[in-house]
């Protein structure tokens, strides 16, 4: 694949260890020498098993966790020594939406934008763009414990674009969505993979297939394989990945 352009998000050689109680005489690290670059366009589907190491390189990437090695650098800033100008240009779903369920959708999105920096001026037009986006016009006067799972997932991906950075992570989007809702919600990632940079980790198979142009394949805490998925590779995932993880399940 072409890409033109800067790198909007580089990882290199991110690692980190496992706390002292949950060491054993084998590997000491949760995730060990993951490196990445994606530019606008990508969408990266992060692959791996329950317990590859997926959620704790997103935290990593997003800045919630320092690296015990490593670097990030979101849109040419160092997550390390500019922290606030990379996190300005990034939004970050976690596995659990941080959504405050006795506010209403639309009062939520708008205190979000006022915690990402949105001037006054332009944060009514930002909260209406990510209601259109994520097609949440019909709920967003209604409280957010009263909406469903589908629409609370796309309210979380809204207050992790309102003030529309260039790089969007996100932790297991789908976990819990009937499969209605995880096309709506594929149809949404695919949308955001048009204007910025999208890495979101998952262990279905048939997700990276429908939403993704590239897949990153993780297992014990390692980044084992990374493809384009061209040129009939979009078919070949489930055998690339059982390849992967029975010859790392082998070695170790």
């Known amino acids: 694949m072409t890409r033109t352009g800067p790198p909007l998000l580089e990882a290199s050689d991110l690692s980190r260890r496992l706390p002292k ?43 919630c966790l ?38 209403r959708v639309d009062a939520y999105l708008h205190l979000c934008a006022r915690l990402r920096g949105v001037t006054r001026q332009d944060v009514s037009l930002r909260v209406a763009a990510v209601i259109e986006e994520c097609k949440l016009a019909e709920v967003a006067r209604r409280r957010i414990s009263k909406l469903s799972k589908g629409f609370r997932q ?41 204007q910025r940079a999208v890495i979101f980790s998952t262990h279905l198979l048939g997700e990276v297939q429908a939403c993704c142009s ?25 055998a690339v990945f059982a390849k992967v993880t029975s010859s790392a399940q082998q070695v170790a």
Do not use: C, F, W
């Open 21 to 63: 109680a949950r060491r054993d005489a084998g590997d000491s690290y949760a995730v060990r020498g993951v490196s990445l670059t994606l530019y606008a366009g990508d969408v990266l589907g992060l692959l791996g098993l329950n317990g590859a190491g997926k959620s704790t390189t997103l935290r990593m990437l997003a800045g």
């Open 66 to 103: 320092v690296p015990h090695r490593g670097s990030v650098h979101i849109a040419g800033h160092s997550l390390n020594d500019e922290p606030m100008a990379a996190r300005a240009e990034l939004g970050y779903l976690a596995d659990l939406p941080p959504l405050y369920d006795d506010m």
């Open 154 to 194: 796309r309210v979380g991906i809204a207050q992790a674009i309102v003030h529309a950075p260039a790089v969007l992570l996100l932790d297991e989007p789908s976990n819990g969505l009937d499969p209605q809702q995880q096309e709506e919600l594929r149809s949404l990632i695919k949308r955001q993979g048009t």
């Open 214 to 238: 590239r897949v990153a394949i993780m297992h014990h805490g390692q980044l084992m394989a990374e493809h384009d998925l061209a040129d009939g590779m979009r078919d070949n995932i489930a």
